[in-house]
């Protein structure tokens, strides 16, 4: 089945440093594509999202492409923030209705000033 | 006004214990969700309901059963608690049947003792 798998964390980074948390999938059909975030103490919430092949989402200052041949979406951020702490979430849908987002594992990020 | 409410936020209780997990979402969705989130973060679906119909009902102990008594609320309940369902219950709405933006509640931490 369709599958998501994300680089193990933590995270750890200072201020202004580039960020990539590396997201690869499985898939038998067209999927698209979504980073999502959890802050401390919250629920998820949509940072960008891809829907086909050389998409780039962006969202915040974060950016990711929808790499087909690669079946890669990596999150990237050139300069991070304290802020940006939290929890991200690589996710799939196979676009098919009566299915649920399959999520990746998670990827703790920790900034630090 | 929060959009998707959950409660409690935290809930202790015993093993052999029944609980319940309630969910409202204010954002006139169709369809709503319940994910387990695992010490690892890990999130995983177990329910979806579209219209108050049962849509996914993934690989669940039937001690697990929600309940849709309208659209707008989706309830979880839990018979026979045990330490392994010790988790962070997500309650999640979207617009549309198989929409991969989702709207997530701030979880419910379920501590089983």
């Known amino acids: 089945g369709d599958s998501v798998t994300q680089m193990e964390g933590p995270v750890t980074l200072s201020e202004e440093a580039f960020l990539t948390i590396n997201c690869t999938y499985t898939?038998?059909?067209?999927?698209?594509l979504f980073w999502y975030v959890q802050y401390p103490g919250e629920g998820l919430q949509l940072l960008l999202k891809a829907t086909k092949a050389d998409d780039k989402g962006s969202n915040k200052g974060f950016e990711a492409t929808y790499r087909k041949e690669t079946t890669s979406f990596h999150l990237e951020k050139g300069s991070v923030q304290v802020s940006d702490s939290a929890v991200y979430f690589c996710?799939?849908?196979?676009?098919?209705?009566?299915?649920?987002?399959?999520f990746g594992k998670g990827t703790t990020l920790s900034v630090s000033s | 006004d929060t959009a998707v409410s959950q409660t409690p936020k935290y809930l202790v209780t015993q093993m052999g214990n029944d609980k319940s997990i309630k969910c409202e979402q204010n954002?006139?969705?169709?369809?709503m969700y319940w994910y387990k989130q695992d010490s690892k973060k890990f999130l995983k679906i177990m329910f979806s309901y579209n219209n108050k119909e049962l849509i996914i009902n993934e690989t669940v102990p039937n001690r697990f059963s929600p309940k849709s008594p309208d659209k707008a609320h989706l309830n979880l309940h839990i018979n026979s608690l045990e330490l392994g369902d010790s988790a962070v219950y997500f309650c999640?709405?979207?617009?549309?049947?198989?929409?991969?933006?989702?709207?997530f509640g701030s979880g419910t931490q379920l501590s089983v003792l």
């Open positions: 999640a709405s979207s617009q549309l049947r198989g929409s991969e933006k989702l709207f």
């Open positions: 996710a799939l849908s196979d676009n098919q209705a009566g299915t649920a987002l399959i």
């Open positions: 954002l006139g969705h169709d369809t």
């Open positions: 898939a038998t059909g067209y999927p698209s």
